[in-house]
């Protein structure tokens, strides 16, 4: 897609542009789309219980999709998937977040081909657990491979799903997503406690991203047509369960306690999903910065006093 020079033009071109969100109800979803109506683009969602005009509904235990939600778009943003941290992992659960993802790939691919839709390009997204549930000296990068662990084998069936488009000559683009900071929902809100401490050790990582950032740089994708492949989607300060905590303490002005919650006891909580509290690595965020993306909120403190101050 070409953006010109003349303000006139862009806004043209923007008022021309259509773009077709799943996922467009959650935490990112909301805000992406404020954010997208808010520059002129065109917004359509696809939602199990549509209530708006542009809102379509879909199913995919049916493998169903209102045609009517494909007319004249130009991209697609695949934000859906069922919650990692939502409920104990059952082999149930886990085959439940496998098949959102992928089954809503596949749904939209097989959809796009049928009705000959001339998309410019797919965008989805991933998650950094594609590097898995470990934590080590290493900063990943996108040339890593996946881990061979439960959260690197989601996202990388997530990725593959996502590649059949790129086969069909479609511009594909992934943006590998952090915890996401927001002043409603998401992580911080679970982590709002009257007295906060860090996690077993403290020493494992915690990539994270500011929620505007990261729909910054889904808005930086759909103008920029260089942007395809992979990208972390993280901010570039690294922090520990026990930096972040106390700094997050700090922001809300609540009790800090360096003693973390004890590894025997978030597993018996949560079983083997306590994983994903329990380990983390750095996550780089060089590649993304060299496409020209500047960060709002680069460092923690600024991004905390942004969200509750």
Same mark, same amino acid.
């Given at each position: ?7 006139s ?6 008022l ?77 659960r ?13 749904? &939209?691919?097989? =959809?796009?081909? /049928? %009705? ?6 797919? !965008? @989805?997204?991933?998650?950094? *657990? ?37 086969k ?12 996401? &900071?927001?002043? =409603?929902?998401? /992580? %911080? ?6 007295? !906060? @401490?860090?996690?077993?050790? *403290? ?47 700090n ?17 018996? !909580? ?18 993304i ?18 969200l509750?101050?």
């Amino acid at each position: 897609m070409s953006f010109y020079k003349t303000g006139s033009q862009i806004i043209y071109l923007y008022l021309m542009t259509k773009i077709l969100i799943t996922g467009g109800t959650g935490l990112v979803g909301t805000r992406l789309t404020k954010r997208l109506m808010e520059l002129d683009f065109e917004v359509a969602i696809l939602t199990r219980n549509p209530q708006k005009e542009h809102e379509f509904k879909w199913d995919l235990s049916k493998g169903y999709i209102d045609e009517k939600a494909f007319e004249n778009i130009d991209f697609i943003i695949h934000l859906a998937g069922a919650g990692i941290a939502d409920e104990r992992w059952t082999e149930k659960r886990k085959q439940v977040i496998i098949d959102s993802r992928v089954m809503a790939v596949n749904l &939209l691919f097989t =959809k796009v081909i /049928a %009705l000959k839709i001339p998309l410019k390009k797919f !965008i @989805s997204a991933s998650a950094t *657990g594609f590097y898995g549930a470990v934590t080590s000296d290493k900063i990943f990068t996108e040339k890593d491979v996946a881990a061979k662990d439960f959260l690197g084998d989601v996202c990388e069936l997530w990725e593959t799903a996502t590649s059949q488009f790129e086969k069909e000559n479609i511009k594909t683009t992934i943006l590998r997503t952090g915890i996401v &900071l927001s002043e =409603k929902g998401g /992580a %911080l809100a679970k982590m709002k406690t009257p007295i !906060i @401490s860090s996690i077993g050790s *403290g020493n494992q990582f915690l990539p994270w991203i500011h929620l505007d950032d990261l729909c910054g740089m889904y808005v930086k994708v759909l103008k920029d047509e260089t942007m395809v492949g992979i990208f972390n989607a993280v901010a570039p300060e690294h922090h520990t369960s026990k930096s972040f905590s106390k700094i997050f303490a700090n922001s809300i002005k609540r009790i800090f306690i360096p003693i973390g919650v004890p590894r025997f006891l978030l597993k018996l !909580i949560f079983g083997e999903m306590a994983i994903i509290l329990l380990e983390g690595s750095r996550v780089s965020s060089v590649k993304i910065e060299k496409t020209g993306f500047i960060f709002q909120y680069p460092n923690l403190k600024r991004a905390l006093t942004n969200l509750f101050n």
